[in-house]
C-alpha cells in the first residue's frame, strides 16, 4: 500500500480481556516500531524491529504486552488481561532503515479504550 | 536507557510572534529527527539533521543540531495558525527512534 496501514482504528474492550493490534508496513521498510501515545502525552517507545535481527523490547512496560513480526511484513502488538491504563493510541512506524536511520512513517494509529 | 528531553513543554504564542523548541539528550546521538503532529493526527516527518552543528532551513523553520550531537532546535519565525501542533525531536542513538516528549505549540490569530 501507499502509507503505513494499522487496523482497527478504534477498539474498544473489556478490562481482562486481550487485544491484538495490526501494522501494515510500507513494503521494502526494514525497521518497524511501535509506540503508545497517551491523551495529551508524548510517544512512548514500545518495541522496534530491524530485519532479522532480536526485537528491541525495552520499551514494553509489562509482560502483559508482547509483538511479533515476521520477516519485513506484517507486525502484532498483543495485549494480555488489559487494564484501564493500556487505554491510548498505538502508533505503529516503518521506515528504510541504513546506517544513520531515516524518517519514520507512522500508520494513523488504534485508539484502545479499556472500559 | 537513553532519554530524549524537550522543553517547553507548551507555548502560547500570539500570530507573528518566534517560538523556539529544545531538544537535549543524555546521550550523543547519530542523527536527529523532528516530526510535526497536528491535533487528532499522527506524526509526520519534518526534517533530519546527521552533522555536528548542522543547520538547515525550511521556509520559516530553523532546525539546528548541536556541536556536540547531544542537542537540537526547532525555530519558527513569525507564527501563523497552520503551525499550531506538537512538535516532537527524536533521536537514534544507534538504534530505535527515541521521542522527546513534545512541545505544543498554540498560536492565538
Known amino acids: 500500500g501507499a502509507g503505513v496501514s494499522q487496523s482497527p482504528s478504534n477498539k474498544v474492550t473489556e478490562k481482562g480481556k486481550d487485544v491484538e493490534l495490526r501494522c501494515d508496513p510500507i513494503s521494502g521498510h526494514t525497521a518497524l516500531y511501535w509506540y503508545r501515545q497517551r491523551l495529551g502525552q508524548g510517544l512512548e517507545f514500545l518495541i522496534y524491529f530491524q530485519g532479522n535481527s532480536a526485537p528491541d523490547k525495552s520499551g514494553l512496560p509489562s509482560d502483559r504486552f508482547s509483538a511479533e513480526r515476521t520477516g519485513e511484513s506484517v507486525s502484532t502488538l498483543t495485549i494480555q488481561r488489559t487494564q484501564q491504563e493500556d487505554s491510548a493510541v498505538y502508533l505503529c512506524?516503518?521506515?528504510?532503515?541504513?546506517?544513520?536511520?531515516?524518517?519514520?512513517?507512522f500508520g494513523q494509529g488504534t485508539r484502545l479504550t479499556v472500559v | 536507557g537513553q532519554q530524549v528531553m524537550q522543553i517547553p513543554q507548551y507555548q502560547h504564542v500570539q500570530e507573528g510572534e518566534d517560538f523556539t523548541t529544545y531538544c537535549n539528550s543524555s546521550t550523543t546521538l547519530s542523527n536527529i529527527q523532528w516530526y510535526k503532529q497536528r491535533p487528532g493526527g499522527h506524526p509526520v516527518f519534518l526534517i533530519q539533521l546527521v552533522k555536528s552543528g548542522e543547520v538547515k532551513k525550511q521556509k520559516r523553520l530553523t532546525f539546528q543540531f548541536g556541536e556536540a550531537k547531544k542537542n537540537s532546535s526547532l525555530h519558527i519565525t513569525a507564527t501563523q495558525t497552520t503551525d499550531v501542533g506538537t512538535y516532537f525531536c527524536a533521536g537514534a542513538p544507534p538504534k530505535a527512534l527515541t521521542f522527546g516528549g513534545g512541545t505544543r505549540l498554540m498560536v492565538k490569530p
Open positions: 512506524a516503518s521506515s528504510k532503515y541504513d546506517r544513520v536511520g531515516t524518517e519514520a512513517f
